[in-house]
């Protein structure tokens, strides 16, 4: 898998606004999709791992959905806290049986009180 | 702590020192996996392991770049003749072989400065 890229690369947001940012992914080789939360000086967390097309997946106040025939996935945060700052990482895996994963750029989010 | 662990979390180098980084794994997890990101940019994936085995290495891991885990368990990443162009955030992360949605763990990285 080749060509994944997320959207917007940023986003300033205010406490309490819901936002969503944008994984695209060749649609052909797909595995799974791997959404991570990376804050600063911290390990990247894994927040949720996808692989049938229409899945959808929630923990607290952040969901995220999947398209594998288009080859995209969203996630959503509604009412931002400024805890939620951190960059967004999506991450599909291939066919290939390593495990190995293919990182977008990422979406810096930062949420102002 | 039984997370993924990473030392040093920062080192300094001169251009053309060699510098090597350990990873300590979660104790159950047989794949073991190293990433490099630079600023702005996601994580590149660098080389992958399943128990000892080198099992994949990316066209990006030049020859000055080595990776060892000799007893399947913690592993080594080692850069010779450190350039500048090799400062990055070293990221090791760990997995189970198993299910389709089996996650990776990672390290908090080694960030390596090149001067």
Redesign the interface.
């Known amino acids: 898998i080749l060509n994944?890229e997320?959207s917007p690369q940023s986003l300033h947001v205010q406490e309490g606004d819901s936002t969503n940012f944008t994984c695209s992914f060749p649609s052909s080789n797909f595995?799974?999709l791997?959404w991570?939360r990376w804050e600063t000086?911290?390990?990247?967390?894994?927040l949720f791992?996808m692989?049938l097309n229409g899945d959808e997946k929630k923990k607290g106040r952040i969901s995220a959905t999947l398209n594998t025939k288009e080859g995209y996935s969203y996630l959503y945060i509604k009412g931002s806290q400024p805890e939620d700052s951190a960059t967004y990482?999506c991450?599909p895996r291939g066919l290939s049986n390593?495990?190995?994963?293919?990182?977008?750029?990422?979406t810096t989010l930062q949420v102002k009180p | 702590d039984t997370?993924?662990s990473q030392d040093p979390r920062h080192k300094i180098t001169k251009r053309g020192q060699n510098v090597t980084f350990r990873c300590d794994p979660i104790s159950e997890h047989n794949?073991l996996?190293w990433?490099r990101q630079t600023l702005?940019?996601?994580?590149?994936?660098l080389t992958?392991f399943?128990n000892e085995a080198q099992?994949?290495k990316s066209r990006l891991l030049s020859d000055r770049f080595s990776a060892e885990r000799p007893k399947g368990s913690f592993s080594t990443l080692e850069i010779q003749r450190t350039e500048q162009g090799d400062s990055a955030m070293y990221?090791c992360a760990s997995?189970s072989?198993g299910l389709?949605?089996?996650?990776?763990?990672?390290?908090?990285?080694t960030r390596l400065t090149v001067v």
Request: glycine share 16%; aromatic share 16%; charged share 15%.
């Open positions: 994944v997320q595995y799974a791997h991570y000086a911290k390990s990247p967390e894994a791992v692989t990482l991450a390593t495990g190995k994963l293919i990182f977008g750029q990422g | 997370g993924v794949r996996y990433y702005g940019q996601g994580p590149e994936f992958y399943q099992l994949e990221l997995s072989q389709v949605d089996t996650e990776a763990f990672f390290g908090q990285g």
